[in-house]
């Protein structure tokens, strides 16, 4: 099957997205994540292959470099809640989402340094009192080592539809107020108007969706402050002159805006703090 004509333009038959999306579909990993996603990327991998078996394996393995490769095979999700829902107090509170947030590398890797960071993060902020968390994957459960305004609302967002689901309902047996979207950023950013947004090492990954992405993100982001950061190292643990090289790239990001930036940095993260109004 060859999906250009001999004019050497793209012709994507509906049969083959049609294909691509069913085995999709049937795969417990990819059923879940945002079907404007899937489809873009299917669409995109079906006019590079052959076969609509290889745009299905392409397919699978883009989503599992954005996403699935991030996260732990198994997600409990019914057991997660039930743990949190028995926890009796604060610490328990705390120690149950401490246990969940590992299941997600982003998160992993900061738990070593959770209080520090919000501390520094939030230092020479005003009292916070609505957050946008895009990208979010697990990082909503840590709003209790977040020092927000009594009652401040948490809007999160990302792919997954179930993970965004178990977080709505977790955020509420916290007792914080919020919602959560299953949305994909690297088209639609989200709208909400917020004191505080958190892009955290979440541009790489929207960048190999969308080069423009990034930039876009950050422009359109309605909030006073932005904190976005990038990963020190890679999944592998390996550093490479990361830092360095997202820098740079963050700089160019940003090249043209009038915003102060505030930069810190941690063992396996670099933070810039953007006051965007
Ligand atoms: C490196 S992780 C960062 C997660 C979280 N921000 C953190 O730092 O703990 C990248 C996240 O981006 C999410 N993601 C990938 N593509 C996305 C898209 N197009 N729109 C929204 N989220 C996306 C993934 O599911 C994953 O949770």
């Known amino acids: 099957m060859r999906f250009v004509n001999r004019k050497g333009k793209l012709r994507v038959p509906t049969d083959a997205l049609e294909v691509v999306m069913a085995a999709l579909a049937a795969s417990p990993k990819y059923v879940d994540v945002a079907p404007d996603l899937v489809r873009r990327l299917a669409v995109g991998e079906i006019a590079k292959r052959r076969t ?17 490769a991030f996260l732990s095979p198994s997600l409990p999700y019914a057991r997660w809640l039930a743990d949190l829902r028995a926890a009796p107090d604060a610490v328990a509170q705390r120690a149950v989402c401490t246990a969940i947030m590992a299941n997600h590398t982003s998160m992993r890797e900061r738990l070593p340094f959770l209080t520090d960071f919000y501390a520094a993060i939030f230092a020479d902020l005003p009292p916070i009192h609505s957050v946008l968390d895009v990208a979010c994957g697990l990082h909503p459960l840590a709003a209790l080592w977040m020092p927000l305004a009594p009652g401040a609302a948490y809007h999160a967002s990302d792919i997954y539809g179930s993970m965004m689901g178990f977080l709505g309902e977790a955020l509420g047996v916290l007792g914080i107020a919020g919602q959560t979207t299953w949305a994909d950023a690297s088209v639609t950013p989200p709208r909400t108007a917020v004191d505080l947004a958190f892009v955290l090492k979440a541009l790489p990954t929207l960048e190999q969706l969308d ?22 190292q890679s999944l592998g643990g390996r550093q490479k002159g990361m830092s360095a090289f997202y820098e740079a790239h963050f700089q160019e990001l940003i090249v043209d805006q009038p915003w102060d930036v505030r930069r810190l940095t941690f063992p396996t993260e670099l933070v810039f703090i953007i006051a965007k109004r």
């Open 52 to 68: 609509a078996k290889e745009a299905t394996k392409a397919t699978k393995e883009k989503l599992h470099q954005i996403g699935g």
């Open 211 to 232: 080069r423009d992405a990034g930039r876009r993100l950050l422009l359109r982001i309605d909030a006073r402050y932005l904190v976005v950061s990038f990963p020190r």
